[in-house]
């Protein structure tokens, strides 16, 4: 029988990852959804072998993907909210960019980092109201930077408003890119530091610009940017 932490290597290995969630730890699939031990563990061995990053890559492009970003109060998805969230279409083309409201204060850190404070969202829609410009378009594959950080933002910010929202089918970029520049083994790396090694602007620290910067990532990796 292997360890727990024999067990959280292959996890990892996979691009699963733990996340403490009001108290407790939450196993997230490589699509930030939350999911159990048992559930990951029969998917991996039911998995072929996985698409090399360029194939993936293309892959995105062949289905036409979304690239998805947010910029939230904080990184506690039960606690957090969402303050500004971009989808943009692989060309370029923007198809959500909005602020949104929310219940709890802005910290003055995030203020600080992103330019947004609680008087600028006075006045921006609602959760809701940002939901239902988002939602018809939640059919389509969505790739995100760091999908562990974003869908739960998303799951938890529906599920406060009594929103059901059914799993999207979601890919991790960041995954992608860590094997993309390391291999199986390779390492996580912000938005920042790839955007640096492959020498693509970022912009403001707003999720438009990152939304934007995450897709010339993809674009880079399927041989096309």
């Known amino acids: ?15 699963y990852r733990w996340q403490k969630i009001r108290g407790k730890w939450i196993l997230l699939g490589p699509d930030g959804w939350r999911t159990t031990e048992e559930e990951a563990e029969q998917i991996i061995q039911r998995a072929g072998e996985p698409l090399a990053p360029q194939q993936w890559a293309q892959q995105m492009l062949e289905q036409h993907a979304l690239i998805l970003d947010t910029e939230t109060t904080g990184l506690d998805p039960a606690r957090d909210e969402i303050i500004d969230i971009a ?10 960019d909005t602020l949104v409201q929310c219940q709890g204060a802005v910290p003055a ?24 410009q988002l939602s018809p378009h939640l059919t389509r594959p969505l790739v995100i ?4 950080y974003d869908i739960p933002m998303l799951a938890y910010g529906a599920l406060r408003y009594h929103i059901r929202m059914a799993r999207p089918v979601a890919h991790c970029l960041m995954a992608h890119y860590a094997e993309y520049q390391g291999g199986p083994d390779g390492s996580y790396q912000r938005l920042e530091i790839a955007c640096q090694k492959l020498e693509i602007g970022i912009g403001a620290h707003r999720a438009l610009s990152e939304a934007q910067a995450a897709r010339q990532v993809l674009l880079h990796i399927a041989g096309s940017g």
């Not at 029988?1 to 691009?15: A, C, F, P, V, Y």
């Not at 989808?87 to 959500?96: A, F, I, P, R, S």
């Not at 203020?111 to 939901?131: A, C, R, V």
């Not at 930077?145 to 562990?148: D, G, L, P, S, V």
């Open 1 to 15: 029988m292997s360890t727990q932490e024999e067990r959280n290597k292959i996890l990892r290995k996979h691009h």
């Open 109 to 132: 850190a995030v203020t600080k980092l992103y330019g947004i404070s609680k008087e600028m969202l006075e006045g921006q829609p609602t959760f809701p109201e940002m939901w239902q």
């Open 145 to 148: 930077y760091t999908a562990a």
């Open 87 to 96: 989808l943009v279409e692989l060309d370029g083309t923007v198809v959500l």
